[in-house]
């Protein structure tokens, strides 16, 4: 069998066999006429991957959190919408609330005020009732305006005061001029509003000192004005000719010869005095009373039996470098806060009544916790009395355990202690919040009637009373199922249908 295979150098000197075009795909017409490039569909890097998928889920997650922050908002202001379409009569105020906040430690009065914008007046505005508010910038403003308002509301009610002035405040002649005109305050609840923990502090504090302190402030604090020369006390220039104790008449016989001396030019005019600035004023005002006085210092008797209601509102506020995880948690996570905060406002707007704060009472027994005699109960108890007597030692008022725990989250500027130079500056934030029993036992907080079932009936009911009431998304849910047919009554077309409806020639 001859062989058929061609030697090397043979198979070498052959061409190459011609290559085969690659086919290009012509890509999209429109796009081509366009001048655009041709896109390929292919997945990204690496690193592209990483990059588009923490943003994405931070994005997602915030736009969910925004979304169901919404929601809870627009549940508890159509909560008290009802209230807002109520007549009111021509001669009867509105309800008005007072709302107290200041700057948390370590930061300004900005984050305050954008927390009751967000959170607070939404819900405010939709029950049409009006609010003022005291603010605080610093440590004590609270406090000291507070205070004020009390000692204005003694002065009032007919204590006397060495401060009084006859000139009449702006709002006594808005009140004058209601009060002829017949119209009066609404009949309806009213109170405080007190925001943050450390709010709440300086609130209590101010109540204190308004209601057991004095209406003029000690010596110490009153300023004695100085004295000034007047131009009334320097003597005339004829006293002066007649200083050396001769008589006028022989001055007159002396001069009668010499012709008087030509009169002289009138004096330049005095310059104008510089323009004094106003010394700043001292705030917070200092206080009145300290608390180590409150037990020796008389209630006045005008108080109240019963002080206005006060609500308080959680104020969460933290610093810090080291704290930007819980930072950016509670970023991602603002629903909850705005439910529990519109929650705690359309109960205030809804209350009906009021109950006082409760107190616990710490009792103490003198029977020997090791003894056979002691019991269970007794154990661990502390000795105060002998005998075996049970007296109580002590007394915790609900008011010193709302929100403890945003103290814990405070700046380190708020433990801090006071510099030698200012020792005597009062530290509202860092001590601990005092209760006289006086006081304690006249505050009073809202009562909301209504239960979590009525509540949410009541939300059931407004969401189907009409569809201008739907959150927006319920509005874009209940037009797609209207338009696949989904929620389409029988008879009616479907939205994607109504093209094919009818002749073409009609």
């Avoid at 700043?280 to 206005?308: E, M, Q, R």
Wanted: glycine residues 6%; negative net charge.
């Amino acid at each position: 069998m001859a062989n058929t295979t061609k030697p090397p150098a043979e198979a070498a000197k052959l061409p190459p066999a011609p290559a085969v075009p690659k086919l290009e795909s012509a890509g999209n017409p429109a796009l081509r006429m366009m001048g655009l490039p041709r896109f390929r569909a292919k997945l990204p890097s690496r690193n592209w991957l990483i990059f588009l998928s923490i943003t994405g889920s931070f994005t997602s997650a915030l736009l969910y959190d925004r979304h169901r922050k919404k929601q809870a908002q627009q549940k508890w202001c159509r909560l008290v919408s009802h209230l807002a379409r109520e007549t009111l009569p021509v001669d009867q105020l509105p309800r008005k609330f007072t709302i107290y906040l200041s700057a948390p430690p370590g930061d300004t009065l900005r984050s305050a005020r954008e927390y009751f914008q967000e959170y607070v007046k939404p819900v405010l505005v939709a029950a049409a009732v009006e609010w003022d508010v005291v603010e605080g910038r610093r440590e004590g403003d609270v406090r000291a305006g507070l205070a004020e308002r009390v000692r204005k509301l003694r002065r009032k009610n007919g204590e006397r005061s060495l401060l009084e002035t006859e000139t009449p405040e702006e709002e006594d002649l808005v009140e004058g001029v209601r009060e002829k005109a017949g119209i009066h305050p609404s009949e309806d609840l009213q109170g405080d509003l007190v925001i943050g923990r450390h709010t709440w502090k300086e609130y209590v504090r101010g109540l204190h000192e308004g209601w057991l302190g004095p209406l003029d402030p000690p010596p110490e604090q009153q300023l004695v004005p100085v004295a000034e020369p007047s131009l009334q006390d320097v003597p005339p220039m004829a006293n002066l000719d007649n200083a050396d104790g001769g008589s006028s008449t022989e001055s007159a016989l002396n001069t009668s010869s010499v012709p008087p001396p030509p009169p002289p030019p009138p004096p330049p005019p005095p310059p104008p005095p510089p323009a004094e600035t106003p010394k700043k004023p001292v705030t917070p005002i200092p206080p009145y009373v300290s608390p180590a006085d409150f037990p020796t210092s008389l209630l006045t008797p005008t108080a109240p039996k019963t002080f206005p209601p006060v609500k308080t509102l959680p104020f969460p506020h933290i610093l810090g470098f080291l704290n930007t995880p819980t930072r950016i948690y509670r970023f991602l996570t603002q629903r909850h806060l705005a439910d529990q905060v519109g929650h705690a406002v359309a109960d205030m707007v809804l209350a009906t009544s009021t109950r006082p704060w409760s107190v616990q009472l710490d009792f103490a027994s003198s029977i020997d916790p090791d003894s056979p005699s002691a019991g269970p109960r007794d154990a661990g108890i502390p000795s105060s009395v002998e005998g075996g007597a049970v007296v109580a030692s002590g007394s915790r008022w609900e008011q010193q355990a709302i929100y403890l725990e945003e103290e814990t989250e405070w700046h380190k500027s708020a433990r801090k202690a006071n510099p030698p130079s200012e020792e005597k500056k009062e530290r509202v934030w860092q001590e601990d919040m005092v209760m006289d029993e006086r006081i304690g036992d006249r505050m009073t907080t809202f009562v909301n009637s209504m239960s979590d079932q009525e509540v949410g009936q009541t939300l059931l009911d407004d969401r189907a009373a009409g569809s201008s009431d739907h959150p927006q998304y319920s509005r874009w849910l209940h037009n797609f199922k209207t338009w696949s047919g989904w929620a389409a009554e029988d008879g009616r077309v479907k939205g994607w249908e109504q093209g094919l409806v009818g002749d073409e020639s009609e």
